[in-house]
């Protein structure tokens, strides 16, 4: 089993920048893409970002140039900076792992194994 607990939520204005962070624990050996997925008022499950072991990324058309994945191996951290955000990003943002398939299915969600409780982010204007 993984478990994954996200934090760094919170409210900002439109503009502003935000970095949430996902600590993995358990058996994440055989974890092969972690990704970052939002829930908003108009999308139940959107993928936003992905990242796979040797640091192949993907993301969403919504946040390319804005958002950055990356990860610490070694911390077993996930985490996602968000610059110029907008009031559109405003939702609940869970992490994701996935054991097999690498990031191929991103952004589908329904292939990910584990998800954390999430953490909401706010933008206002």
């Known amino acids: 089993q993984v478990q994954l607990v996200e934090s760094g939520g919170g409210s900002v204005q439109a503009g502003g920048s935000l970095r949430l962070s996902c600590v993995a624990s358990?058996?994440?050996?055989?974890?092969?893409?972690l990704g970052w997925f939002r829930r908003t008022p108009t999308k139940e499950r959107e993928g936003v970002a992905a990242?796979?072991?040797?640091?192949?990324?993907k993301y969403a058309d919504s946040v390319k140039g804005r958002f950055t994945i990356s990860q610490d191996i070694a911390k077993k951290t996930l985490y996602l900076q968000m610059n110029s955000l907008k009031p559109e990003d405003t939702g609940m943002y869970y992490c994701?792992?996935?054991?097999?398939?690498?990031?191929?299915?991103?952004?589908?969600?329904?292939?990910?194994?584990?998800w954390g409780q999430g953490t909401q982010v706010t933008v206002f204007s």
């Open positions: 994701a792992a996935r054991r097999a398939g690498y990031c191929y299915s991103f952004p589908r969600s329904g292939s990910f194994d584990y």
């Open positions: 358990g058996y994440t050996d055989n974890i092969y893409c």
């Open positions: 990242i796979e072991p040797d640091g192949l990324t």
